[in-house]
């Protein structure tokens, strides 16, 4: 069995499930599953790292499927979204907002002590939460124990300050692109928190929650260059669906005919793939 090494630096056996099961999640069928596994199989030395067999497995589905290979870039592409957490935060509000949410973007919230700047304001019905992004661009880097102890400690200052309407319910939520440590999730579940990361809780992660509304990043968008992209961030166009909704938006770009048409499919497909 080849060893091959995560982004933490751990050393583990190569699994081809793990790899077939990340193609069959994106919509790939058996018979392009198996050519990819094989062909990533082929090539597969000791002690490479899971980020090249993504790459190679990428460039394998993108040959095939430009949609696919869309889906499958998720995790990459949120990481692609800037250098600041800014565009991460307005992705938050969009998601919530798919869910029926009434969402404002960093606001200035009164705490007991001291006034509070809140990425995300979200309410529906008898709920407000205030949400606490936390991005992450490179491979590897996990939310440990430290942030959910400063985040609730902010939540709890504005709670104490916050005139509740009646029956009205105030939460704490923290939400990130990559992963917890296990004592942050312990903690800030233990304290009342509402943790969304990457792959966490088992229902309703960050990654499902996208897959399910369909609402993927322009960054997921493989025939965009990088300066397109920064274009469309700027104008706070971050979400395939509003490219989708509205295709005059590229026209300023003055983007070449074949590859409009590619990436105005490609925006469609994703917002189309919606569960609910």
């Known amino acids: 069995m080849t060893t091959i090494i995560k982004t933490s630096g751990e050393q583990v056996p190569f699994d081809p499930n793990r790899l077939s099961q990340s193609l069959k999640r994106v919509g790939a069928d058996e018979s392009l599953i198996r050519e990819i596994v094989d062909e990533v199989s082929h ?15 990428f460039r394998l589905l993108r040959k095939k499927s430009r949609s696919l290979a869309a889906k499958y870039h998720l995790k990459h592409a949120i990481m692609q979204l800037g250098l600041s957490g800014y565009p991460f935060e307005k992705y938050v509000a969009e998601i919530l907002r798919h869910q029926g949410f009434q969402t404002q973007n960093n606001q200035i919230v ?5 006034d509070h700047e809140v990425d995300v304001v979200a309410e529906r019905k008898n709920q407000k939460i205030f949400i606490e992004c936390k991005y992450h661009n490179r491979l590897g880097i996990k939310c440990d124990v430290k942030i959910s102890l400063y985040f609730k400690a902010r939540f709890q200052d504005i709670e104490l300050s916050y005139k509740k309407k009646a029956d009205e319910q105030l939460k704490g939520w923290l939400v ?8 942050a999730i312990q903690y800030g579940l233990c304290a009342g928190l509402h943790l ?13 929650l996208i897959e399910f509304s369909g609402l993927y990043p322009i960054t997921c968008i493989t025939s965009f260059t990088k300066a397109e992209i920064s274009q ?22 003055k983007i070449p005919k074949q590859r409009r048409d590619s990436i105005i499919e490609q925006c469609r497909t994703l917002w189309n793939s919606a569960v609910i």
Do not use: Q
């Open 232 to 253: 469309l961030l700027e104008k706070n166009i971050i979400i395939c669906k509003t490219i989708s909704n509205n295709i005059n938006l590229l026209d300023e770009l």
């Open 176 to 183: 990130t692109n990559t992963r917890f440590t296990h004592d």
């Open 43 to 57: 090539r597969l030395v000791e002690g490479m790292s899971t980020h090249t067999i993504y790459h190679i497995a």
């Open 110 to 114: 009164t705490g007991f002590c001291v």
């Open 196 to 208: 969304i990361g990457w792959d966490f809780p088992t229902v309703g992660s960050l990654k499902e």
